[in-house]
């Protein structure tokens, strides 16, 4: 069974930094793409970031491009979300999500989250 | 705003048919695969239909999708209470940066 676990969820300063975290199992991690996507309390779904299976293609959404940053490690089967200049608005949930395929395809498999809160 | 277009809501009673639409453009439902997700409150998205009409294991056939140009549809038949949820569309998008897009969602009541 695929599980997701994330982590590294929590309250940040506006401004500060948080790096989460998501734990893979139950699958050969490295042959598929990887997604971060959040949902602001109440709100709907907003895609975050992907990274291919080899990490050469990367891609965020414009409200997060050049403060945050997605990587993997798939010697650790994990994947990684680095937020910098954190801002009110990226107060939200956040899901590590498989993708069907090693290239962006579709997502397939959720994990259950972790909040992120940023506060003045 | 979101980029894919969803009804807020919809309703109907237990048993009767739903459609839920997903309106996009030429740079996403119009050249891509659409997904659909189900969210019930306080647990995460799951994926419910994928390839516009394909079904994961699992997802009874009460559930099918359908793709025309730059619209795709969510059919939901013999309507259970269980099926009260939050209902998501989802696409790749082939902009300027590729990307992936998401509709607004709409909250399916079973009256």
């Known amino acids: 069974e695929v599980q997701l676990e994330e982590s590294g969820g929590g309250l940040a300063q506006i401004g500060g930094s948080l790096r989460l975290s998501c734990l893979v199992s139950?699958?050969?991690?490295?042959?598929?793409?990887m997604h971060w996507v959040r949902q602001a309390p109440g709100k709907g779904l907003e895609w975050v970031s992907t990274?291919?299976?080899?990490?050469?293609?990367?891609d965020y959404a414009d409200s997060v491009r050049g403060r945050f940053t997605i990587s993997r490690d798939n010697a650790k089967n994990s994947l990684y979300l680095q937020m910098n200049s954190l801002r009110a608005e990226d107060t939200a949930l956040y899901y590590c999500?498989?993708?069907?395929?090693?290239?962006?395809?579709?997502?397939?498999?959720w994990g259950k989250g972790t909040t992120v809160t940023v506060s003045s | 705003q979101s980029v894919l277009t969803q009804p807020p809501s919809v309703s109907a009673a237990p048993g009767q048919k739903v459609t839920i639409s997903c309106s996009g453009n030429?740079?996403?439902?119009?050249?891509?695969?659409v997904s659909w997700y189900q969210q019930f409150p306080g647990t995460a998205p799951k994926l419910l239909m994928y390839?516009?009409?394909k079904r994961p294991s699992g997802i009874p056939d009460r559930f099918s999708g359908s793709k025309s140009g730059t619209s795709a549809s969510l059919d939901i038949t013999g309507l259970q209470t269980g099926d009260e949820a939050d209902y998501y569309c989802?696409?790749?998008?082939?902009?300027?940066?590729?990307?992936?897009?998401f509709g607004g969602g709409t909250k399916l009541t079973v009256l």
């Open positions: 989802g696409a790749w998008d082939s902009r300027l940066s590729a990307n992936w897009v």
């Open positions: 139950g699958i050969t991690f490295d042959d598929y793409a």
């Open positions: 990274i291919n299976w080899n990490s050469v293609d990367i």
């Open positions: 999500v498989k993708d069907s395929r090693p290239y962006l395809f579709y997502m397939d498999v």
């Open positions: 390839e516009n009409n």
């Open positions: 030429s740079s996403n439902v119009g050249n891509a695969f």
